[in-house]
């Protein structure tokens, strides 16, 4: 079994790969993204799974539709101002028949109990708007991280589980050797590989991965895959006092037909 350590350059991805993985995929709920080499910190994997869950965060709030109506003190000050009719000190009010005030402060209480069931079903309203949905995490893709150094998958198991919840249920570590891990189920495959690397995955992919598969290769073309390629992004950081290396920093993205 080759060491997937010569398979690769000794440098890590830059965490800005992100935003051009972002621009060349579309990631669907049921999509499952490996990133080959995810390294310590398995910061592909994680960016884009917290990229994702913002997203669909976001749309889960768009779609919710609004608050209820906070009527309640409304309804409240009504039954209250009855009560008071009926019951309270009032020199001009005529004096009522037992029979009446025993009817009227029933019509009170019935009034007070019906603000209160307003008041209640406002307040769970407001609280089912206010939680994020059960079923939310379950709608995300899923996001494998494969990583041949024990210590390292170890490491990027642990920055995982530091994760909120609904992140980190989305995300797998795999230790082991790329070449090795099953990629039937691979919607979409990121890879940082030296061109002999590249070589053996294109072989690998070629034989398991489904029809459609996209694989994004930064830096370096997969060799014999010329009738694949779909697309050259260029990779930089934009950020101010950085260089703009998207002359030479380039995500290739391939798919197979």
């Not at 669907?28 to 592909?44: E, H, K, M, T, W």
């Not at 009504?78 to 028949?97: C, E, I, K």
């Not at 996209?214 to 009738?227: A, D, I, N, R």
């Not at 002359?247 to 290739?252: D, E, I, N, P, R």
């Amino acid at each position: 079994m080759q060491d997937e350590r010569r398979l690769a350059p000794r440098s890590a991805s830059p965490q800005y790969v992100v935003e051009a993985i972002r621009r060349a995929v579309t990631l669907q709920p049921n999509s499952v993204f490996y990133d080959l080499g995810c390294g310590a910190d398995a910061r592909i994997v994680i960016a884009m799974a917290q990229a994702v869950a913002s997203d669909a965060q976001q749309q889960l709030q768009q779609q919710q539709p609004s608050r209820p109506s906070n009527d309640h003190n409304s309804v409240q000050l009504q039954a209250a101002g009855t009560a008071a009719a009926v019951s309270g000190p009032d020199a001009g009010a005529p004096h009522l028949h037992p029979l009446q005030e025993t009817a009227a402060a029933a019509a009170a209480a019935a009034a007070a109990a019906a603000a209160d069931n307003r008041l209640a079903a406002a307040a769970a309203a407001a609280a089912a708007a206010a939680a994020p949905s059960a079923g939310a995490t379950h709608g995300l893709p899923q996001f494998v991280g494969v990583e041949l150094d024990a210590a390292a998958a170890a490491q990027a198991c642990a920055a995982v589980a530091a994760l909120p919840t609904e992140v980190a249920a989305c995300i797998s570590i795999v230790e082991g050797d790329l070449l090795q891990v099953p990629l039937r189920d691979a919607t979409v495959v990121y890879a940082y590989l030296l061109p002999q690397g590249l070589s053996l995955l294109a072989s690998k992919l070629s034989a398991e991965a489904p029809h459609g598969c996209t694989l994004l290769s930064y830096m370096f073309k997969v060799p014999g895959w010329e009738q694949h390629l779909q697309a050259t992004l260029p990779v930089t950081s934009g950020l101010p006092g950085r260089p703009d290396v998207s002359g030479v920093s380039k995500l290739y993205m391939y798919r197979q037909i």
